[in-house]
C-alpha cells in the first residue's frame, strides 16, 4: 500500500510559479509511474502531466505543455509538478497518484493510489 502526500499549492498570482511535491511512502516507489492531476470547481478531474518509473515517458497535456515540468527523485521518493507562469484557469485542487504499472500513463483509472490533494489558486 502506497502513501501519497502532497504539499506546496497555494494562492499565487498569475504569471507566478509554484513547485508542487508528493511524497510516497509504504511502497518501491522506484517502480511506479507517477502522475499529477487536478480538478477545478465545478469540472471532471483532467490529467496534467505523468512521468515513467524510467523517466522516459513524460507526457503532458497540451493545456500546461512548455510551462509545466515534472521530475521524480527516487532516492527522496518524491515526484515534483513545477508551474511556471500560472494563468487563472489553473486553480484546482492538485492530486498526484501511482501507477503499479510504471508506464506513465495519462490515464486515470491505471492509477492506484492517490493523495488528499493541494489547492492552487491563481488570481488574476
Known amino acids: 500500500q502506497v502513501q501519497l502526500v502532497e504539499s506546496g499549492g497555494g494562492l499565487i498570482q498569475a504569471g507566478g510559479s509554484l513547485r508542487l511535491s508528493c511524497a510516497a511512502s509504504?511502497?518501491?516507489?522506484?517502480?511506479?509511474?507517477m502522475g499529477w492531476f487536478r480538478r477545478a470547481p465545478g469540472k471532471e478531474r483532467e490529467f496534467v502531466a505523468a512521468i515513467s518509473r524510467t523517466t522516459r515517458n513524460t507526457p503532458y497535456a497540451d493545456y500546461v505543455k512548455g510551462r509545466f515540468t515534472m521530475s521524480r527523485d527516487n532516492a527522496k521518493n518524491t515526484v515534483y509538478l513545477q508551474m511556471n507562469s500560472l494563468k487563472p484557469e489553473d486553480t484546482a485542487v492538485y492530486y498526484c497518484?501511482?501507477?503499479?504499472?510504471?508506464?506513465?500513463?495519462?490515464?486515470?483509472?491505471?492509477?492506484?493510489?492517490w493523495g488528499q490533494g493541494t489547492q492552487v489558486t491563481v488570481s488574476s
Open positions: 509504504g511502497g518501491t516507489f522506484s517502480v511506479y509511474g
Open positions: 497518484a501511482a501507477d503499479p504499472r510504471g508506464t506513465g500513463t495519462t490515464r486515470y483509472e491505471a492509477y492506484d493510489y
